[in-house]
């Protein structure tokens, strides 16, 4: 969705601005736009493209105000032309506002304002708030928002400027994240933290229904009813070179290779070794009920989505519980009837995913506790749900989850183990799993050092149009993995099945020109996988096998093989799934796409 990024203080804002919403272009990069404030002169700029058009048009002018908005765009209502671009102005050219979100009562609203004579310059339902805070401006900036707010629907996260109040910039938050970082020369408002991180690591979470005012000394909270908040700011962990390439090409090859320090990460401080048995400090508020739980459901979308697929495999191993797994944007819409004492497990990244955080409200409704493994420190899963566990995965920027995905699998294995081993796991078992577990940095490590081979194999394959990733079991998730990120950077289509299918219907795709991509680690289904490996290469498809070190059944028979070391069954997707990433990002390098920003997607999705 968009990136908003704003600045108060001593220092000129455009250069500050600026970097922000580099940081902030994962979000959305169709268009961009500034508005900053000089005494009563604004100088305002807006571009279509990449932050490097506005730069263009920016560079060379002297531009003294040292307070301002910016905006980088995600496009839903007006295609990416300059003047759908943020920030939208009222007629007089007055109010400046950026907006992240929908503001769903747009149509009549602009109705409405048509019959006023308010003459509208752009297609967004963003213009609606500029024209709606001007009409309800009376010299107090902040009470011509907070009515505002009454008057719209939908989910919003802005900042609004007047030409009349120089120095202060009032941001307000429904559905939408804002965050305000409290600096030393001066104050911020961002979408998140990279956009600030920079200049501080004191951020401010601002909730739904609230406002804010920033100046450059200072910051005040207050609710839509007026009422006054105190709120003390939180020190975030992230460094500014965590947001750096720091040499790497891609934000995406950064992260892959990211992974064993990621995954030790994931499990730092959670461990009793001895005792064969995690520790999880984040849910320790809903123990009593959660080691009682014998049903949880876990919800959310896309590659989180595919996590919570493994997990339920991980969780059927590990416990005795029963868990379902479901996409948010479905789970929403369905009847909702939970037995007592079911736990929602909502898994999110950036922890903002509108649909994701609808889902878990909507089974909060209906009496079930909710739990969140979510990377982003503060967002509204965070905040939202009871109790949960933080991936400390540090910053993910390229939009096509990687490390983040390797976090929440290694997370949900540590939950499945503390419970399991208050359950019938013995403590054996238990030894032996985290034994693994602390295995698995130095493994994912081995295969990351086979880059060169899997980048070999993507040269052979990328310009194949049409690709199909198999598994079963815990490799069907992955394979339905794979699949998503060869589609999500590449650009080519590709499809995740259940092995198991293939003789149903898929099998009638199977042609020289179409590679599979067998995830075939050495567990109790291999044969299985044979099988249907032997099945296509009768129909002379060609197979990419992932599979255990020392396979030489599988060598003799596939086109291509990755290696990976062995380790525990449950335990595989954390190995297999390596391959997958590198092969989607190699072949999107063939194909010149632009791998941290790929075309129509965004790295967190706000709006349902
Ligand atoms: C994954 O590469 C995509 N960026 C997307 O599918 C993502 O996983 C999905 O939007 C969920 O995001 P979340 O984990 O931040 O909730």
Redesign the pocket.
């Known amino acids: 969705m968009c990136g908003i990024v704003c600045y108060v203080g001593k220092n000129k804002a455009v250069p500050i601005l600026m970097e922000g919403l580099k940081r902030l272009e994962y979000r959305g990069y169709d268009s961009a736009g500034l508005a900053v404030q000089d005494e009563r002169h604004i100088d305002f700029f807006r571009a279509v493209g990449k932050i490097a058009e506005l730069e263009k048009k920016t560079s060379g002018i002297e531009i003294k105000g040292t307070s301002g908005i910016a905006h980088t765009r995600w496009a839903t209502h007006g295609e990416p032309t300059e003047e759908n671009a943020h920030p939208q102005s009222d007629m007089n050219g007055n109010v400046f506002v950026i907006h992240n979100g929908i503001i769903e009562n747009h149509q009549s609203i602009r109705k409405r304002l048509d019959k006023q004579g308010i003459v509208f310059k752009s297609e967004t339902d963003t213009e609606v708030l500029a024209h709606l805070i001007s009409l309800n401006y009376d010299g107090d900036l902040n009470e011509a928002v907070r009515k505002t707010m009454s008057q719209v629907e939908g989910t919003f996260g802005i900042a609004v400027i007047h030409r009349d109040i120089p120095d202060k910039i009032v941001v307000a938050r429904r559905g939408s994240p804002l965050i305000i970082g409290v600096g030393e020369e001066g104050n911020f408002a961002a979408s998140d933290v990279s956009a600030m991180v920079r200049y501080t690591n004191k951020v401010v979470h601002l909730n739904d229904n609230e406002l804010a005012t920033l100046t450059r000394d200072g910051f005040s909270i207050s609710t839509a009813q007026a009422k006054s908040v105190t709120r003390t700011a939180e020190t975030v962990e992230w460094a500014p070179e965590d947001a750096e390439l720091n040499g790497f090409p891609h934000f995406m090859l950064k992260e892959i290779f990211e992974q064993p320090e990621t995954i030790r990460n994931a499990m730092r401080g959670r461990l009793e070794k001895g005792e064969g048995v995690p520790k999880l400090g984040g849910i320790m508020p809903v123990w009593e009920r959660l080691k009682e739980c014998r049903h949880m459901v876990i919800v ?5 989505y595919y996590a919570g697929y493994v997990g339920r495999y991980i969780f059927e191993k590990l416990t005795e519980i029963d868990v379902e797994v479901e996409l948010a944007s479905e789970f929403r819409y369905q009847k909702l009837n939970f037995p007592s004492n079911t736990f929602i497990i909502a ?4 922890g903002e ?1 509108a649909d ?1 955080l609808s889902a878990i409200r909507e089974a909060h409704r209906k009496g079930a506790h909710l739990l969140g493994i979510v990377n982003v420190v503060g967002s509204s899963i965070s905040r939202e749900t009871e109790a949960g566990i933080y991936n400390h995965a540090g910053p993910e920027i390229g ?3 990687t490390k983040n995905f390797i976090s929440q699998l290694t997370i949900l294995t540590l939950l499945a183990l503390l419970l399991g081993r208050h359950q019938n796991l013995s403590l054996t078992e238990g030894v032996d799993a985290i034994r693994a577990l602390e295995t698995l940095p130095g493994q994912v490590k081995a295969i990351l050092s086979k880059a060169n081979h899997i980048q070999a194999i993507a040269e052979k394959y990328y310009r194949c149009s049409n690709w199909l990733f198999l598994g079963r079991k815990f490799g069907y998730p992955i394979a339905m993995e794979g699949a ?1 990120k060869l589609k ?1 950077v590449s650009y080519i289509h590709a499809e995740g099945y259940a092995a198991g299918e293939m003789k149903h219907g898929p099998i009638a795709l199977i042609n020289p020109g179409m590679p599979t991509v067998a995830i075939a680690p050495l567990d109790s289904i291999y044969d299985k996988m044979m099988n249907n490996i032997q099945e296509i290469k009768s129909r002379k498809g060609p197979v990419i096998a992932i599979a255990t070190e020392g396979d030489n059944s599988l060598k003799e028979i596939v086109d291509d093989i990755i290696e990976i070391p062995p380790t525990l069954d449950f335990l595989n997707p954390i190995i297999t799934v390596v391959p997958c990433q590198l092969l989607a990002y190699y072949c999107a390098g063939f194909l010149k796409r632009d791998i941290d920003k790929p075309r129509n ?1 965004a ?3 706000t709006v349902e």
Do not use: F
């Open positions: 959310a979308c896309g590659t989180s898994i999110s990244q950036s995913t994701t939009v096509a989850s998503l999500e997607l790295k967190s999705v």
